[in-house]
């Protein structure tokens, strides 16, 4: 399984901008497609970006496209989340994971709060 740690999280206005890490140690990076999801309270966890290994072709939900990039440091077992023009409803706590998740152990996640 791989271990993650997501940081990076923080109070931002909206409009505003805030960049998400997440740092990967054991087996399950390498090779992989990574991916960061986030939960709001009250609602499910959803899937927001994926990036696959060489980090072609990102994958963005609708709702963070055009304003969320995914990238990967594949040296440092690290992926990032950049986000702009954030907005309330990407209140969330964020969390990254192999997509398919494969069972792994999800970390702790990083708290994102846009304030109106």
């Known amino acids: 399984q ?3 740690v997501e940081s ?3 109070l931002v206005q909206a409009g505003g901008s805030l960049g998400l890490s997440c740092a990967a140690s054991g087996r ?3 090779g992989y497609v990574m991916g960061w999801f986030r939960e709001a309270p009250g ?3 959803e899937f927001v970006a994926g990036i696959g ?3 072609r072709n990102p994958k963005y939900a609708d709702s963070v496209l055009g304003r969320f990039t995914i990238s990967r440091d594949n040296a440092k077992s690290t992926v990032y989340l950049q986000m702009s023009s954030l907005k309330p409803d990407d209140t969330a706590v964020y969390y990254c994971n192999s997509v398919p998740t494969y069972g792994n152990t999800w970390g702790r996640g ?3 709060t846009v304030s109106s």
Do not use: D, N, Y
Request: glycine fraction near 28%.
């Open 28 to 30: 399950g990076f390498t």
């Open 8 to 10: 990076g999280g923080g």
């Open 2 to 4: 791989v271990q993650l």
């Open 43 to 45: 609602k499910e966890r």
């Open 53 to 55: 290994w060489t980090g």
């Open 110 to 112: 990083t708290q994102v």
